[in-house]
């Protein structure tokens, strides 16, 4: 249902189901989220996020700080 997709540049991409969701770009250190869709693509965002600040955030708090 989610996958990590790596490029070449070290981006990392979240997919869930189908679409993009967010990326990490490890060069700026900045994640960026595009779509919130579902209940569970947003769990899967904010796992996403989780693994690589250690931040836990309510849906508001994603929206403000990441989209």
Not at 16 to 31: C, G, M, N, Q, R
Not at 57 to 63: A, P, Q, S, Y
């Amino acid at each position: 249902k989610a996958h990590i997709i790596e490029e070449e540049n070290g981006k990392r991409y979240l997919q869930s189901y189908t679409p993009k969701v967010a990326v990490y770009d490890p060069a700026t250190e900045k994640i960026s989220v595009f779509q919130t869709h579902s209940a569970t693509t947003l769990r899967h965002i904010k796992e996403f996020i989780y693994q690589i600040t250690g931040e836990v955030l309510t849906k508001g708090e994603l929206e403000t700080k990441y989209m």
